[in-house]
Every structure is written in C-alpha cells, then in structure tokens.
C-alpha cells in the first residue's frame, strides 16, 4: 500500500495505472473510518483492480459553529484498516494541498444543493462538491463509491456527474448499522453511553416509518406525523428535519406511491446525527 500526499504524486501514480488498462475504484473518505467505510472498500475491492481511499478532512464542508477542528482524526488507525482491507493507494492531502493560497473556485449544484442537509447546513455541499470534484479529476477513477447514509449527499453528486459529465460511475452502497440499529457514523464517537440508546431513536423512527408505509400508509404528511411521534419519546433528542421526497431531487412529494426517500436529521447532545430509508 502506498500513501502520497500531493496532488502530483497522485497524479502520477493514477495515470501510469490507467494506462496499465487498470480498473480504479475511489473511495473518498475523511478518515476516522469504520465499518461503513470499509464496506465501502470492499465493494470497490470487487468491483475494481486498484482501490483508492482518499482521506482528507474537508474544511469548506464545515460551517462556522460546526465541529471542523474537533472532527476525530485517526490516520495511523486508518492506515493499518485499510491496508488490511488490501487498498492500494491513499491520498491523504493537507488543507494547502488543495486548496492553495488564493483559491476562489467553487462547484456549486443550484436547488438540490438546498435541500435536507443543504438547507440545516448552508453551503455545506458547495464544500462537497467542490472537493469531490477535485478529487474526480486528480484520480480520475473509473468508479467512485459512496454510502446511502448520506442520501442528500448522493443525490447532489449524482447531478454534478450527470450536469459536468464527469466520466465515471458512481456505486452507492447499503446503510451499515450497528446491531443494536444506528447507522455508523464517525461522530458516534462523540456520544455518551446515554446518548447512543437515544440515538437510537433515529432508525426506530425510520422503521416505524417503513411498516407503516408497508401497511398500506402513503401519505408523505402522515409519514411524518408518524415519525414525529416517535421521536416524542425521546425528549432529549432535537429533531432539525423529518422529509419524505424524491431520492435524485429531494424535493417533497406528497405520497409515497411511486417510491420516495424518507430522510431523517436529529441532535442528540451536542451531536447532529442523519439516517434515511428508500421506500
């Protein structure tokens, strides 16, 4: 496994790669991972001949008030996951790397950009995107896989590949859980042994959601409604958002009859959590 942290090194190592006919998978990460994360690695170990994991913690994707320098960093720990999950190639630049002194471009997808996340975070994902598509363009990978934990997230990429005609492929993998139900997340670390049983409340609620939906229930007002209540019994717990809309738009949709992603976002503490189902 070899690590580079410059762009060039990168660069390099990627172009020689593809012009050995090689298949590259990217996995972009900021670090801290976990077993969603790795299951990320393994789709691409599948699917590719050389894994790319880039580990970068994205300061533009961090508002103000949110938790950039507090964010857990664990490269050493990260390192030694991923060179045993048989990953080629990490890309762990700095902050200068890449974003030089002066920088003053930012990709931004209108309108969807504004939605779920985008809307409780604002300008979240113009840090996304733009980091994203730098690392499209530095690795140039064939395929690119992220998790559907971060639907809004997905939903946003998917238009920045289709509107810039980015040529890869983007592979969206399955929500990893703990057993218990709560989606992994690197901030989990952040709760308290009390934090995490309320944490729970966010998958409790999406499964609530789904049966009810399975039950012959589609009306996205009374999905929330449903939700709603069940985050009632959790008073520690400050819901930001419970939406029901289109998975590729995220814009509502009043019934769920043609399918629709129900997403969730809550504070527990001091620690803002997300979860989502694709009914």
Do not use: W
Request: glycine letters at 8%; hydrophobic letters at 45%.
């Amino acid at each position: 496994m070899r690590i580079v942290k410059t762009i060039a090194e990168a660069q390099s190592a990627c172009a020689r790669l593809r012009r050995e006919g090689r298949i590259l998978g990217l996995v972009p990460t900021m670090g801290a991972l976990h077993e969603g994360h790795l299951s990320l690695v393994r789709a691409a170990r599948a699917a590719s001949d050389v894994v790319v994991v880039s580990i970068f913690v994205n300061p533009t994707q961090f508002g103000p008030n949110e938790d950039f320098s507090k964010y857990p960093r664990t490269f050493e720990t990260d390192c030694a996951m991923l060179e045993r999950e048989g990953v080629d190639l990490i890309f762990a630049p700095t902050v200068d790397e890449m974003y030089p002194a002066g920088a003053s471009t930012f990709v931004v997808v209108e309108g969807v950009s504004d939605r779920l996340d985008g809307a409780s975070r604002p300008g979240h994902f113009r840090g996304v995107t733009t980091v994203v598509s730098k690392l499209f363009h530095i690795i140039e990978a064939h395929k690119a896989f992220f998790g559907q934990k971060d639907a809004a997230q997905v939903a946003v990429l998917r238009k920045m590949v289709r509107d810039l005609n980015f040529p890869l492929k983007m592979v969206v993998c399955p929500i990893v859980r703990e057993g218990d139900g709560l989606a992994l997340s690197s901030r989990n670390r952040y709760l308290s042994e009390t934090e995490h049983g309320q944490a729970l409340v966010l998958s409790r609620a999406l499964k609530t959601v789904g049966d009810a939906a399975a039950s012959g229930e589609k009306s996205a007002q009374r999905l929330i409604e449903i939700a709603r209540a069940v985050f009632a019994e959790e008073p520690g717990v400050r819901v930001d958002y419970i939406s029901v809309v289109d998975p590729d738009t995220l814009e509502d949709v009043p019934d769920v009859t043609g399918g629709a992603l129900v997403a969730v976002a809550a504070f527990v503490g001091a620690t803002r959590l997300i979860d989502n189902i694709l009914l």
